[in-house]
């Protein structure tokens, strides 16, 4: 585990007499998450054994928070340029944000691939013809 991480947690447990544990802890994983883009089960475990809370309530406040993730999130760049956006981007986007939010999504204007799009990045490969077909495949 990090030092930054243990400093953060560290900091939490010292600094703080008596509090609000969900707030605090959203507080804290919010920093931790910061650092590597996701909560671990390490770290989860590591909270839980130094602040006396179980594990299962430091999970359901994970998963309660849809800006916290306990695995790590890739992300999705999706070309919102004319052309794509002619071809469909624009419902991509929808369906992306609905169904796959475990992502994280951004948006560019052009990709510069006009003639294949509607196109999409992930982790800087980028696909093109993107419809609501083929996306599936591409991103589970």
Request: with cysteine; net charge positive.
């Amino acid at each position: 585990m990090k030092q930054e991480v243990l400093d953060i947690i560290k900091y939490y447990i010292d600094s703080v007499d008596s509090f609000d544990y969900n707030n605090i802890i959203v507080e804290m994983l919010k920093e931790i998450q910061k650092i590597d883009g996701y909560i671990n089960d390490k770290v989860v475990e590591y909270i839980s054994k130094n602040m006396n809370l179980k594990i299962s309530l430091i999970e359901g406040i994970i998963k309660r928070n849809k800006n916290l993730k306990d695995k790590l999130c890739k992300t999705i760049i999706l070309c919102t340029g004319a052309r794509c956006m002619k071809r469909g981007s624009y419902e991509m986007l929808k369906l992306i944000e609905k169904d796959y939010t475990h992502f994280k999504v951004e948006t560019k204007n052009c990709f510069r691939d006009c003639g294949k799009g509607p196109n999409l990045s992930i982790d800087e490969k980028i696909y093109n013809g993107i419809n609501s077909d083929n996306i599936k495949k591409i991103l589970e």
